[in-house]
Protein backbone atom coordinates (compact mmCIF):
# COMPACT_ATOMS: atom_id res chain seq x y z
CA UNK A 1 0.00 0.00 0.00
CA UNK A 2 1.28 3.59 -0.61
CA UNK A 3 0.00 6.84 0.35
CA UNK A 4 1.00 10.13 0.12
CA UNK A 5 -0.20 13.34 0.73
CA UNK A 6 1.68 16.37 -1.77
CA UNK A 7 1.23 19.65 -3.76
CA UNK A 8 0.36 19.52 -7.20
CA UNK A 9 3.78 20.15 -8.36
CA UNK A 10 6.41 18.63 -11.21
CA UNK A 11 8.40 17.70 -8.97
CA UNK A 12 6.77 16.07 -6.38
CA UNK A 13 4.56 13.88 -8.58
CA UNK A 14 7.17 13.00 -10.50
CA UNK A 15 9.17 11.89 -7.08
CA UNK A 16 5.45 10.55 -5.70
CA UNK A 17 5.56 7.81 -9.30
CA UNK A 18 9.47 6.93 -8.98
CA UNK A 19 8.15 6.17 -4.85
CA UNK A 20 5.07 4.41 -6.55
CA UNK A 21 7.55 2.03 -9.15
CA UNK A 22 9.85 1.02 -6.32
CA UNK A 23 6.86 0.52 -3.96
CA UNK A 24 5.08 -1.85 -5.68
CA UNK A 25 7.98 -3.10 -8.21
CA UNK A 26 7.41 -7.46 -7.87
CA UNK A 27 3.77 -6.64 -6.98
CA UNK A 28 2.91 -7.32 -10.31
CA UNK A 29 4.00 -7.47 -13.92
CA UNK A 30 6.26 -5.45 -15.29
CA UNK A 31 3.22 -4.33 -17.70
CA UNK A 32 0.68 -3.76 -14.95
CA UNK A 33 3.23 -1.57 -13.39
CA UNK A 34 4.20 0.39 -16.56
CA UNK A 35 -0.04 0.54 -16.70
CA UNK A 36 -0.43 2.00 -13.01
CA UNK A 37 2.70 5.11 -13.55
CA UNK A 38 1.45 5.73 -16.88
CA UNK A 39 -2.06 6.38 -15.42
CA UNK A 40 -1.49 7.94 -12.72
CA UNK A 41 1.29 10.03 -14.30
CA UNK A 42 -1.64 11.36 -16.43
CA UNK A 43 -4.09 12.05 -13.50
CA UNK A 44 -1.36 13.84 -11.66
CA UNK A 45 -0.16 16.01 -14.38
CA UNK A 46 -3.61 17.15 -15.20
CA UNK A 47 -3.71 18.19 -11.62
CA UNK A 48 -0.57 19.96 -11.82
CA UNK A 49 -1.86 21.34 -15.39
CA UNK A 50 -5.56 22.40 -15.01
CA UNK A 51 -6.19 22.03 -11.43
CA UNK A 52 -4.77 25.15 -9.72
CA UNK A 53 -7.65 27.61 -8.78
CA UNK A 54 -7.04 31.50 -9.84
CA UNK A 55 -9.61 32.96 -7.81
CA UNK A 56 -6.96 34.18 -5.17
CA UNK A 57 -4.67 36.24 -7.58
CA UNK A 58 -7.59 38.46 -8.70
CA UNK A 59 -7.73 39.33 -5.06
CA UNK A 60 -4.10 39.96 -4.47
CA UNK A 61 -3.41 36.08 -3.71
CA UNK A 62 -0.98 33.31 -5.37
CA UNK A 63 -2.51 30.60 -7.22
CA UNK A 64 -3.39 27.51 -5.04
CA UNK A 65 -1.73 24.73 -6.16
CA UNK A 66 -3.87 21.51 -5.54
CA UNK A 67 -2.94 19.13 -2.69
CA UNK A 68 -2.96 15.87 -3.70
CA UNK A 69 -3.97 13.23 -1.62
CA UNK A 70 -2.84 9.46 -3.44
CA UNK A 71 -3.63 6.39 -2.00
CA UNK A 72 -2.35 3.04 -3.59
CA UNK A 73 -3.17 -0.66 -2.44
CA UNK A 74 -2.42 -4.06 -4.49
CA UNK A 75 -5.51 -6.75 -3.93
CA UNK A 76 -6.10 -9.45 -5.79
CA UNK A 77 -7.70 -8.32 -9.29
CA UNK A 78 -5.24 -4.96 -9.85
CA UNK A 79 -3.65 -2.18 -7.99
CA UNK A 80 -6.31 0.39 -6.64
CA UNK A 81 -5.92 3.92 -6.80
CA UNK A 82 -7.64 7.15 -5.46
CA UNK A 83 -6.88 10.11 -5.99
CA UNK A 84 -8.27 13.50 -4.42
CA UNK A 85 -7.64 16.98 -4.38
CA UNK A 86 -8.82 20.49 -3.72
CA UNK A 87 -8.22 21.74 -7.22
CA UNK A 88 -10.42 23.12 -10.05
CA UNK A 89 -13.73 20.62 -11.00
CA UNK A 90 -13.07 18.13 -13.37
CA UNK A 91 -14.62 19.49 -16.41
CA UNK A 92 -17.92 17.11 -17.21
CA UNK A 93 -16.35 16.60 -21.03
CA UNK A 94 -13.67 14.69 -19.76
CA UNK A 95 -16.14 12.45 -18.03
CA UNK A 96 -17.73 11.25 -21.47
CA UNK A 97 -15.98 8.10 -22.85
CA UNK A 98 -14.33 9.04 -26.28
CA UNK A 99 -12.24 7.83 -28.95
CA UNK A 100 -8.70 9.44 -29.78
CA UNK A 101 -9.12 13.03 -30.65
CA UNK A 102 -9.39 12.53 -34.25
CA UNK A 103 -11.05 11.78 -36.89
CA UNK A 104 -10.00 9.40 -39.79
CA UNK A 105 -6.59 7.61 -39.70
CA UNK A 106 -4.08 8.42 -37.27
CA UNK A 107 -0.88 9.81 -38.10
CA UNK A 108 1.75 7.92 -39.40
CA UNK A 109 4.88 10.21 -39.31
CA UNK A 110 6.24 12.10 -36.20
CA UNK A 111 6.03 15.55 -37.85
CA UNK A 112 2.14 15.48 -37.96
CA UNK A 113 1.63 13.46 -34.69
CA UNK A 114 3.34 16.49 -33.15
CA UNK A 115 1.08 19.20 -35.01
CA UNK A 116 -2.06 17.27 -33.59
CA UNK A 117 -4.16 19.94 -31.00
CA UNK A 118 -3.47 18.94 -27.73
CA UNK A 119 -5.85 17.53 -25.62
CA UNK A 120 -7.88 14.70 -25.06
CA UNK A 121 -4.88 12.29 -25.09
CA UNK A 122 -4.47 11.95 -21.56
CA UNK A 123 -8.05 10.94 -20.68
CA UNK A 124 -8.37 8.37 -23.55
CA UNK A 125 -5.04 6.77 -21.82
CA UNK A 126 -6.58 6.92 -18.29
CA UNK A 127 -9.76 5.14 -19.80
CA UNK A 128 -7.96 2.76 -21.87
CA UNK A 129 -5.31 1.44 -18.99
CA UNK A 130 -8.09 1.50 -15.72
CA UNK A 131 -11.08 -0.37 -15.19
CA UNK A 132 -13.88 0.93 -13.16
CA UNK A 133 -12.96 4.57 -13.19
CA UNK A 134 -14.86 6.90 -11.03
CA UNK A 135 -15.09 10.45 -10.78
CA UNK A 136 -17.15 12.93 -8.10
CA UNK A 137 -17.15 16.12 -6.30
CA UNK A 138 -18.28 17.26 -3.08
CA UNK A 139 -17.45 20.15 -1.81
CA UNK A 140 -14.18 21.39 -2.78
CA UNK A 141 -12.46 18.06 -3.54
CA UNK A 142 -12.54 15.85 -6.69
CA UNK A 143 -12.59 12.69 -5.74
CA UNK A 144 -11.03 10.04 -8.64
CA UNK A 145 -10.43 6.08 -8.41
CA UNK A 146 -9.89 3.28 -10.70
CA UNK A 147 -8.31 -0.13 -11.05
CA UNK A 148 -5.18 -1.06 -13.03
CA UNK A 149 -6.43 -4.81 -13.36
CA UNK A 150 -3.65 -7.53 -13.20
CA UNK A 151 -5.16 -9.77 -15.66
CA UNK A 152 -6.88 -8.94 -18.97
CA UNK A 153 -10.42 -9.21 -18.47
CA UNK A 154 -12.33 -11.61 -20.09
CA UNK A 155 -13.35 -10.51 -23.47
CA UNK A 156 -17.16 -9.22 -23.72
CA UNK A 157 -19.28 -10.57 -26.53
CA UNK A 158 -21.19 -7.42 -26.91
CA UNK A 159 -20.54 -4.24 -24.60
CA UNK A 160 -23.60 -3.58 -21.63
CA UNK A 161 -25.86 -0.45 -22.52
CA UNK A 162 -23.87 2.42 -22.04
CA UNK A 163 -20.57 1.19 -22.57
CA UNK A 164 -18.33 -1.69 -21.82
CA UNK A 165 -15.29 -2.46 -18.59
CA UNK A 166 -13.85 1.23 -18.62
CA UNK A 167 -17.62 2.52 -18.03
CA UNK A 168 -17.76 5.02 -15.25
CA UNK A 169 -19.03 3.13 -12.15
CA UNK A 170 -22.80 4.13 -11.49
CA UNK A 171 -21.95 3.63 -8.12
CA UNK A 172 -20.00 6.74 -7.68
CA UNK A 173 -22.09 9.73 -6.97
CA UNK A 174 -20.88 12.44 -5.40
Known amino acids: MLHRIFRADPATVRAALLF ?7 SAGDE ?3 KLELALAEVL ?10 EAVRLGGRPHAPLIHLCV ?3 V ?17 CLDMHDLPWTGPAPQDAEAILLL ?4 FGWFLIQELTASLCYF ?5 NFLAFVVPVAEPPAQVAPAAGGGLNQFSPNCSG
Not at 45 to 54: A, K, L, S, V
Not at 117 to 120: A, D, I, M, S, Y
Open 32 to 34: VIA
Open 45 to 54: NNICEHGTRY
Open 73 to 75: ARH
Open 137 to 141: REGRR
Open 77 to 93: GGIACAVTDDGRPLPAS
Open 20 to 26: LRERFDG
Open 117 to 120: LEGG
